[in-house]
């Protein structure tokens, strides 16, 4: 059993970080195999993946139980909090590299293209561009566009939508959490699940856009530097909204199941931040990447 | 609260294997942490050899052109996410619980998580050097097209890079939550130890660099992969993107890597002046001056890639800033030592060489600086001879002198006084043997990263190979005092020294498995 020493709460010692490691090790060595198209890289992908789901129930489990059973006090979580707000200040940092690459492109690496006449002779600097030997842009939303030429999706149809599901998640998110704070059950469930559902079909709206992309507007990844910032920015947020809504789930259920008190909840109050973070990172989406 | 019986078994001291594989307890993890950064450091030097053995002589002999480009690169990748960073991590483990009277990290378990990532990812990228096509052979700033263009190899120094970052962020996460939240009653922010603040900084940078470079390597992943044309200027990309990406990450990691140094110096250099730090909240700041500025001067590395003259001027400008709070420092460790009651005992006698030979690749670094002046020594042998003398004597230098300061606090056995004066004088003069005539060979156009040179800089190649060989060699004197500590010798005192200040010096030595139980009073 674990003891708290002077009060803080200190584990014992634990299996999962170590497997952790092993699980991530095989997910990324799988990775890399099949980018080459060799053999075992599947499987290995399929058993770092599993390793890691597991974890995550075994461990992340373990901590829900321990806090359940009252195991810790203010200090740990004012540590928790802490790293929870730092690793929410690392994946801004991690935006903030793709976000760089957006403006550095438009704002100077294209405009210096299209100025050096000898290089590219003929090429123009416009946004949306898939630079001097892609695509030729036509404009938004112009369906089955010619080979050659490529479209971009407007920013006053499905994206608007988008803006308007994530701002109304992060509003209903804050009246589960008023809902928590007041012990009204039936409410912060009820406001949880519609929160889950938001971002679901926040989700839904994404991936449609994404085959309308591909399919009938000619923009992909390989769209030159306009494609290549606009599914890099977009991707890593869904991918981002996807995890944030998986957590909310599981504390949607967590709290089903009775878990959490009004003044001590921060499992809920890590996974709001969470999705308050991805639902900011979408407002500079909506106006770096669709607007301007 | 749990009763004294669990408080009891707690303080039992785990067996075997897995003591290691599953410890929670900041002590185990910080050996852990600087036995890796050792065997990193061996490993990563024995590449530095391959180097020198090439560059002995004009010519080809030793290795092809091709593995000697993936030992320049794979030496550097190594040494700063193997050996150095992790080097100053475990030094963290070790002693920020103890500094600010804690019973252990704030996050135990991420501890555990944020070591065990570093074997993993650093086998990737040692198996790079054996699939087809070999290691990345970009240089570790793995500049593309170069980088685009490699094999295997590059996709597993990528997932390396990504696993080394997740580790660097959670362990910064960590220490900071440590420091912030688990500091003794009493122990204010301006009353922390150095080495603790130094520590904060950098773990700052460290979560705001290291996602930056995860954000770089997974665009060049993409563009290798994926179809994008992040840098392709066929697709309104740009090559120079990444480079101002990368070093957006890569000047704040310079200071990740010396800061810690400066902390640990900071805490060598009182204790055998005899003299409390001179100017200490004068460090603070100009610790925390070092950590905004690191940020706006990233594109000193780029001085020769073709910017506007604007952004050359304001480059130039910023980075000549980083020369004043570097000079209050170095001024505040001479202050301390002015008219002290000094004895050289060999952590000072490391304290001492670090202030001195960091300061002479400071000045180095000052005259790259000058963008004008830079377009000479761009990509020579001058470029490397200033990073040595900064990273081996700044980062390497100041953790030997922290490894012989505390080792008596760890092993409960003071370190074999001759031994530790034999290694420190086999490495001082041999580090300068090995790199100050790769000032001379910069300036007279030696280039970099070529396994080849003309007849000319024949003589300092020679005698820069003979220093290496001795400097690697005489690092296994380390390994055998440490291993002799262990084992056993002199018993230390609590104090060790002759009345140190901090609280890691009030518990006996070896610190007991779990200290600060009940956490200290500190006036």
Known sequence: MSAAHGGYYLPDPTKWPTITSMGLFLLALGFILNLHYLAPGPWLMIAGAGVIVLMMFAWFGQVATESEAGKYDAQVDTSFRMGMGWFIFSEIMFFGAFFGALFYARVLSVPWIAGDEFLWPGFEATWPTAGPAGATYIGPDSHDVAAGTFSSIGAFGIPLINTLLLLASSVTVTIAHWALKKNQRGALCFWLFITVALGAAFMYFQVYEYIEAYSHLGLTLGSGVYGATFFMLTGFHGFHVTVGAIILAVILVRCLKGHFKPDEHFGFEGAAWYWHFVDTVWVGLFIFVYIL | MTTAVADHHHDEVPKGITRWLFTTNHKDIGTLYLWFSFIMFLVGGAMALVIRAELFMPGLQVVNPHFYNQMVTVHALVMIFGAVMPGFVGFANWMLPMMVGAPDMALPRMNNWSFWLLPFATTLLIASLFVPGGGPAAGWTIYPPLSIQGGMGVDLTIFTIHILGMSSILGAINIIATILNMRAPGMTLMKMPLFVW??????????????????????????????????????????????????????????????????????????????????????????????????????????????????????????????????????????????????????????????????????????????????????????????????????????????????????????????????????????????????????????????????????????????????????????????????????????????????????????????????????
């Open chain 2, 198 to 523: 130094t520590w904060v900084i950098t773990a700052f940078l460290l979560i705001a660099a290291m996602p930056v470079l995860a954000g770089a390597v997974t665009m060049l992943l993409t563009d290798r992969h994926f179809g994008t044309a992040f840098f392709s200027a066929a697709g309104g990309g740009d090559p120079v993107m990444f480079q101002h990406i990368f070093w957006f990450f890569g000047h704040p990691e310079v200071y990740i890597l010396i800061l810690p140094a400066f902390g640990i110096i900071s805490q060598v250099i009182p204790t055998f002046a005899r003299k409390p730090l001179f100017g200490y909240s004068s460090m603070v700041f100009a610790t925390a001056a070092i950590a905004f500025l690191s940020f706006i001067v990233w594109a000193h590395h780029m001085y020769t890639v073709g910017m506007p003259l604007s952004g050359e001027l304001f480059f130039m400008y910023s980075t000549m800033l980083i020369a004043i709070p570097t000079g209050v420092k170095v001024f505040n460790w001479l202050a301390t030592m002015w008219r002290g009651s000094m004895t050289f005992e060999t952590p000072m006698l490391y304290a001492i060489a670090t202030v001195a030979l960091f300061t002479v690749g400071g000045l180095t670094g000052l005259m790259m600086a000058i963008t004008p002046a830079d377009f000479q020594y761009h990509d020579t042998y001058f470029i490397v001879a200033h990073f040595h003398y900064v990273i081996f004597c700044g980062s390497v230098l100041a953790m030997f002198s922290g490894v012989y300061y505390w080792l008596p606090k760890w092993t409960g056995h003071m370190y074999d006084e001759t031994l530790g004066k034999v290694h420190f004088w086999l490495t001082v003069i041999s580090f300068n043997i090995t790199f100050f005539p790769q000032h001379f060979l910069g300036f007279a156009g030696m280039p970099r990263r070529i396994p080849d040179y003309s007849l000319q800089f024949a003589e300092f190649n020679m005698v820069s190979s003979i220093g290496g060989f001795i400097l690697g060699f005489s690092q296994l004197i380390l390994l055998w005092v440490v291993i002799k500590s262990i084992r056993g010798g002199k018993k230390a005192t609590a104090e060790v020294w002759d009345n140190p200040e901090g609280l890691e010096w009030t518990v006996p030595s070896p610190a007991p498995y779990h200290t600060f139980a009940t956490a200290p009073e500190v006036r």
